[in-house]
Structure formats: C-alpha cells, structure tokens
C-alpha cells in the first residue's frame, strides 16, 4: 500500500515535462521507492544521495545556515535537487538541463511534503 502511494507520487512527478527521474531514499542511502532511468543504478543513486546530503547537512552546521531543506548539482547535463521529505528520507529529483527550475522545485516541494506524509 505504502509503495504504491510512493510510486504514484512519483509517478505524478515524473510527468512533468522538465524531470527524468526521482526516488524516495533513506537518509542512510537506502532506496526506498523510485522511477528511475534504466541506466541509472538504483543502489549507486541512493547512496551517492545520502552522501550529498551528509556533506550538505555538515555544509549547513558549519557556516551556521540552519536546517539544511535542499541541495541542488548542475552538470553539463542537467541537475541533481535533494529535498528532505520528513525526517528519515529524501526525494531525489533528476531534471533536464533546460529545466525551468522554478517549476521543479515547485513541484518537487509539493512532491517531498506528499512522501512525508505517506512515510
């Protein structure tokens, strides 16, 4: 039941027009649920997830920022955006390198808060 609420979440997610993939993941790199690409390794994403996090929550103490909420990547490629959705897990969102990243970190937001209450 849980899974499939996650999925479809998900799922709503990885409809908009500018996103590739995301995953719900443990803050311990565990993959809890996700629509990823197939050339993207489920175990390898949520772990080098939970590492960014880390770093970024260290980041955040460090130079007194408060409560890390996001981290974002941009490659050449596209962009890696983390969000913290609840306590003990992240929503990781894989977007084009065109986004229009207002609308994807709007959506992403609305997405993180549904997995926190489905978790």
Not at 14 to 31: E, F, K, M, Y
Not at 43 to 58: C, E, I, N, W, Y
Request: aromatic content about 2%; glycine content about 8%; proline content about 0%.
């Amino acid at each position: 039941m849980r899974e499939e609420m996650l999925k479809a979440v998900l799922g709503h997610l990885n409809r908009s027009i500018d996103i590739d993939a995301s995953a719900v993941i443990s803050t311990d790199g565990l993959s809890i649920s996700s629509l990823l690409s197939a050339t993207m390794d489920e175990d390898k994403v949520g772990a080098m997830a939970a590492a960014m996090l880390s770093l970024g929550d260290r980041i955040a103490v460090e130079l007194a920022l408060g409560k890390l909420e996001q981290a974002m990547i941009k490659g050449s490629n596209g962009y890696v955006l983390l969000i913290h959705a609840g306590h003990h897990a992240v929503l990781a969102v894989i977007a084009r390198k065109d986004a229009r990243l207002g609308l994807v970190f709007l959506d992403s937001m609305r997405a993180a808060s549904e997995v926190a209450d489905v978790l």
